[in-house]
């Protein structure tokens, strides 16, 4: 009995207010526990309805890790992954990864395209497609749900898309916590149904200063 | 078996032979080796960003080349290695997603490489093996026996340099 478990990563870094997110108070973490809770529920929602499976989900955990082990939570840095990437503009412009084990990423591709399991075994141009559309659809809920909760305004570019290891596609969001602290902020959920053989971890990464916009606008 | 020693992002080892120092799975980060061929010492930085004076998160010197590069350069000195027989070679820099309009930010790889190369010309220490830029990851070590610098990727093959 296989789990098709998505794995829902919420990553921040500190901002004008506070130099690390190691400084953040706890009711600021569980505003962003919640807005992680109904982004995530709302991409999880979305998912479900396309590849036609019931899709659970379990309350986020919330965790600060240094930068170099974020890694680790995709299953170490030289692991083989498919990252779907947005930059996302508007109020708090902030930058999407929606990064999936190569294994998932082709198994996810036979459902949307209606292979048979296992049929996908490299990555043709309608592929990347199919998975980048995912990754749209994925962040057009998510930054709805965060619409919904903070009235903060967001629009996602174009997805791009690159398949690769996960320490090398992590590198483009981790880069730019680096340059304001040395840990990140996870905000983790997990998408579990009866199926088999799906992972996903999908990755918000603000800008600096819009971590400030999204606390502000929740009041906290 | 010789020891594999792992560095980490914004991290450095120095060691000396036997050993292979490696990093694993480099996009926009660069991994800078330095090496004495004569007393087999070296050791491997993996850089996140090119400058610490535009950032405000200074505490660790090993993620910028400016500070990083410096810093194992001491290392490889006070374990013995020679300053004027050291040799440096890099790789990774790669651009991981193509955008049209490209920010600052989504072009580090590239100012990570331009920063590296001004570093260690200011340092005085030859460049002796380059593989940076493109749109890949890169798995990178430095076999401290001879020197070799291995470059592993996905699907554009290994080289060594």
């Given at each position: 009995?296989g ?7 919420f990553v ?7 130099d690390?997110v190691?400084?953040?108070s ?12 109904v ?6 929602t ?8 019931r899709?659970?989900?379990n309350?986020?955990r919330?965790?600060?890790?240094p ?7 995709v ?8 990252g ?12 999407i990864?929606?990064l999936?084990p ?5 198994y996810?591709?036979d ?7 296992g049929?996908?075994?490299k990555?043709d ?6 998975l ?26 174009i997805p791009?898309?690159?398949?690769d ?5 992590l ?25 088999e ?5 999908f ?8 971590l ?9 | ?10 991290d450095?080892?120095?060691s000396r ?9 480099l ?16 050791g491997?930085?993996?850089?996140m ?11 660790n ?13 001491d290392e490889?000195?006070?374990m ?15 651009q ?8 600052d ?13 001004e570093i ?10 380059e593989?940076?830029?493109?749109n ?7 076999d401290?026996t ?7 990727t996905?699907?554009?093959?290994n080289?060594?340099?």
């Amino acid at each position: 009995m296989g789990a098709l478990c998505s794995r829902h990563l919420f990553v921040m870094w500190g901002d004008n207010m506070s130099d690390d997110v190691s400084n953040l108070s706890a009711v600021q973490m569980d505003a962003l526990r919640e807005i992680g809770n109904v982004g995530a529920g709302n991409s999880a929602t979305a998912l479900s309805q396309i590849i036609n499976k019931r899709i659970d989900m379990n309350v986020p955990r919330v965790s600060i890790v240094p930068l170099g082990d974020v890694p680790d939570l995709v299953g170490g840095p030289d692991a083989m992954v498919v990252g779907v990437f947005l930059r996302v503009y508007g109020q708090a412009p902030s930058n999407i990864l929606f990064l999936l084990p190569k294994d998932s990423a082709f198994y996810l591709v036979d459902m949307l395209i209606g292979k048979k399991h296992g049929d996908t075994q490299k990555l043709d141009f309608m592929d990347e497609s199919a998975l980048m559309e995912i990754g749209n659809i994925l962040s057009g809920a998510y930054l709805n749900a965060l619409f919904n909760f903070t009235h903060i305004s967001l629009l996602p570019s174009i997805p791009a898309l690159a398949m690769d290891m996960a320490g090398a596609i992590l590198s483009v969001v981790l880069i730019q916590l680096g340059q304001m602290g040395d840990h990140a902020l996870v905000i983790e959920t997990e998408f579990k149904t009866e199926d088999e053989g799906i992972k996903g971890h999908f990755f918000l990464v603000p800008d600096p200063g819009s971590l400030d916009t999204i606390l502000t606008a929740v009041g906290v | 078996m010789a020891d594999l020693i792992k560095v980490g992002m914004a991290d450095f080892k120095v060691s000396r032979s036997p050993a292979t120092i490696i990093s694993y799975g480099l996009g926009s980060c660069i991994g800078v080796s330095l090496y004495d061929p004569q007393t087999k010492i070296g050791g491997l930085l993996h850089i996140m960003l090119p400058d610490s004076k535009q950032s405000r998160a200074t505490d660790n010197p090993a993620k910028f080349a400016d500070t990083g590069i410096p810093l194992m350069l001491d290392e490889v000195l006070k374990m013995g290695a020679s300053r004027s027989r050291l040799v440096a070679k890099m790789a990774g820099g790669a651009q991981m997603f193509a955008f049209a309009n490209a920010t600052d930010v989504m072009r580090v790889g590239s100012r990570n490489v331009a920063a590296s190369k001004e570093i260690l010309q200011k340092l005085g220490i030859r460049l002796v093996g380059e593989d940076t830029g493109a749109n890949y990851g890169r798995t990178v070590q430095i076999d401290l026996t001879n020197g070799v610098y291995t470059v592993k990727t996905i699907d554009k093959g290994n080289k060594t340099i």
